[in-house]
């Protein structure tokens, strides 16, 4: 996918997410300068700011998730929203609960048994519907939907909490 469309798509679900939890640690990747978030240096030096420029770098101010140090001061890796997303998407089509007891089958057939073919078998159907399901899934419009739908849900489980807290807090 273009960098370009990737940004803009990004763009969209932190528009779409905008109040909930799902992302919310959204910072914007600028090529250039050091966001604020993580300038435990000094600014930019004009050569690395030259240096970054002719580094190619087609697309500035792309939301992004993760970069930050973890909890032994290493830098984790950094992705964009939508890459984000995506990898959320394919997580939840892929781990259902029939593929995970199938995957988890103690103790495994033996390979080359008729046993070890059928549990294969099945294992790869499985795989292959839910990489039909993410093909559906992936184009731009048809995420975008299935982001608003998810991030309504999302809104209304959080606000089920925030109420049921709010009782709580009033009961006692």
Not at 81 to 103: F, H, N, P, Q
Not at 144 to 155: D, F, I, N
Request: glycine share 6%.
């Amino acid at each position: 996918m273009k960098p370009r469309i990737e940004k803009k798509l990004s763009h969209r679900l932190v528009r779409i997410f905008e109040g909930t939890r799902v992302f919310d640690s959204v910072w914007i990747d600028d090529e250039y300068y050091r966001h604020p978030l993580f300038s435990w240096g000094e600014a930019l030096t004009p050569s690395q700011i030259r240096f970054n420029k002719e580094c190619n770098v087609k697309v500035n101010h792309v939301p992004s998730v993760g970069g930050e140090p973890d909890y032994w001061g290493e830098g984790t890796d950094h992705f964009t929203v939508l890459s984000a997303y995506r990898d959320r998407v394919w997580s939840e089509i892929l781990y259902t609960d029939r593929l995970c007891k199938l995957d988890c089958k103690w103790p495994r057939p033996e390979e080359g048994t008729a046993e070890f073919e059928e549990w294969q078998a099945e294992k790869n159907a499985l795989l292959d519907q839910a990489r039909r399901a993410y093909r559906r899934q992936r184009p731009g419009n048809r995420l975008m939907a299935h982001a608003r739908g998810e991030a309504a849900s999302v809104r209304a489980s959080e606000a089920e909490e925030a109420r049921k807290r709010a009782e709580r807090r009033a009961s006692r």
